[in-house]
């Protein structure tokens, strides 16, 4: 069994910062990619970004530049460093890995329980 567990988020200003961690445990063999998504109320789950383990990243429109995946694959860590937050920055944010543990040839989808991070004006 795998598990995802972020830690990480809070309340903020507007124009703070805060770094997520996420660290998978379990059988793992391998893990690509590793990312983050939200999910503010009433609307859809959304890509923030992902890396894979050879440190390739994709963001979501208008994060780059302000958020900053990186990855420790030694640690079967993800963080994401965000910076200049705004109120719209508001969601539940979940860590996402793309997992190949040692009992399976598949790679298998896993979430984390997700993380609030609030931003007030």
């Known amino acids: 069994q795998v598990q995802l567990v972020e830690s990480g988020g809070g309340l903020v200003q507007a124009g703070g910062s805060l770094r997520l961690s996420c660290v998978a445990s379990?059988?793992?063999?391998?893990?690509?990619?590793m990312g983050w998504y939200r999910q503010a109320p009433g609307k859809q789950r959304e890509l923030v970004a992902v890396?894979?383990?050879?440190?390739?990243?994709n963001y979501g429109d208008s994060l780059k530049g302000r958020f900053t995946i990186s990855r420790d694959n030694a640690k079967n860590t993800v963080y994401l460093q965000m910076n200049s937050l705004k109120p719209e920055d508001t969601a539940v944010y979940y860590c996402?890995?793309?997992?190949?543990?040692?009992?399976?040839?598949?790679?298998?989808?896993?979430w984390g329980q997700g993380t609030q991070v609030t931003v007030s004006s």
């Open positions: 996402n890995a793309g997992v190949r543990t040692w009992l399976t040839v598949e790679v298998r989808e896993y």
């Open positions: 379990g059988s793992i063999f391998s893990i690509n990619p």
């Open positions: 890396i894979t383990s050879g440190g390739d990243t």
